[in-house]
């Protein structure tokens, strides 16, 4: 038995009672969103600055603090050297001589000193000038000799 088409069709604007209806919705939450989180961004930035600002005015005054140490440490050499010059001042020394008792010497007398007695001080203090060291009649001859023989060792 066949049915009439118009009856077969569902009528218009009509939904079937097993499905849902269906509404077309406004897509207006992504906006939010993206303002929400750039508005996140922005204020992490301007909250990091303000940490590297921060930081860079404790730098500053450490680096001011450091500035007016070395200031003062040069000021106070300045005070020593000062002071060192006017203590070591030939007419301070005189004056603090005269005040323990001494006196200038009235009489001078140079003693020579034998030229072995000046070798072996300057061989047993290692202070030997190239004129001794190359001289051909050295008095050091026999000692080169004697440590050319055992080695360098004492």
Known sequence: MALPIEK???LKGAVAPSRPRLV???RGGRAFWVLVVSAALVCGVFFLAALVHVELAKQQLKLDSLSKTVELSRNNYNVLRHERSLLISPDNLSAQAAR???KPSTQARFVAVEPD?????LA???DLSDAVAHDVESPLNEFGQLKSEIGGTP
């Open 117 to 121: 007695i000046v070798a072996g001080v």
């Open 24 to 26: 077309e919705a406004q």
């Open 124 to 126: 047993s203090t290692g």
């Open 8 to 10: 077969a069709l569902p």
């Open 100 to 102: 323990l008792g001494m």
